[in-house]
């Protein structure tokens, strides 16, 4: 797995305890209003609306929150009409970095984004330069107290495609159209989930061999992810646990 995977994963371990967790909930409400206005506002026959109302459970939002945004998005009440755009760059190293927003303001973010890459060492690219070198899929991340040969036969009986070990949790690689079926499956087997969502994963990495490039790289991820536009960040760096584990203390 990548390390912005690890990365990842410690980041949603220590979210309960995060300080902007309403700005992690505005977010999340965000990806549901768009997903309800793009597809409707009904879950079962609209998958993105599906996997976006359970990230938000997952989160601990409450349901009637959730069917405020969705019913913002289908216009029984009244709400911002958001932009989906997906910023391209790279971060120093020539890590390749996606940038997914969700913005009532396309100048505005996009000036934001890009003096960000450019404050922090990195650039933004022509659209297309980056975006081939990830794929999407689903993921869904597993208490990592669950049994891994359970796991592993609940979620191959599904239809995923790979399970691995990110340390704090048991991540459970799918094809997009499988995640909710792969989600359910483990589940309904016991198991604890911590979150499932659609990821761009790479499909080359840049191993980040140095406790300072890592920082550099980690350093502009989570300036873009503090943006209130920003939904996702993506990027195809690894990184070796010793460190990863060097470069989160007090993180």
């Given at each position: 797995?990548?390390?912005h ?5 410690i980041k ?21 209003e ?14 993105t609306l ?17 069917e ?6 289908t ?6 009409t958001y ?8 971060a ?8 997914e ?7 505005r ?28 899929k ?16 609940a979620?191959?009986?599904a ?32 198991m604890k ?6 990821q761009?994963?790479?499909t ?12 550099k790289?980690?350093r502009l ?6 943006h ?11 990184i ?5 584990a060097e ?5």
């Open positions: 797995m990548s390390g995977s690890k990365w990842a994963t949603h371990q220590k979210g309960a305890k995060d300080k902007a967790r309403g700005k992690l909930f505005a977010k999340i409400l965000r990806q549901v768009v997903a309800a206005r793009e597809g409707g506002g009904d879950p079962e026959t609209n998958a599906r996997t976006m109302y359970q990230k938000a459970r997952d989160a601990s939002v409450p349901s009637d929150t959730i405020r945004a969705i019913k913002r998005g216009g029984e009440l009244e709400g911002v932009e989906s755009i997906t910023y391209e760059g790279y120093p190293g020539g890590v390749a970095v996606l940038v927003v969700l913005t009532d303001n396309r100048n973010t996009g000036s934001e984004v890009r003096a960000t890459f450019s404050k922090l060492g990195g650039s933004m690219a022509e659209p297309g330069a980056v975006a081939w070198q990830f794929e999407r689903g993921s869904v991340l597993v208490d990592r107290k669950a049994d891994e040969d359970e796991l592993m036969l979620a191959l009986d239809g995923a495609e790979d399970l691995a070990d990110d340390g704090e949790a048991w991540r459970v690689t799918t094809s997009p159209t499988e995640l909710h079926k792969v989600r359910t499956a483990v589940e309904e087997a016991g989930i911590e979150s499932a969502d659609l761009l994963i790479p080359t990495v840049i191993n980040l061999d140095s406790a300072e490039s890592a920082k790289v980690l991820i989570d300036t873009l992810d503090e209130d536009d920003v939904q996702n960040v993506f990027a195809n760096f690894d070796s646990d010793e460190i990863l470069v989160s203390v007090g993180a």
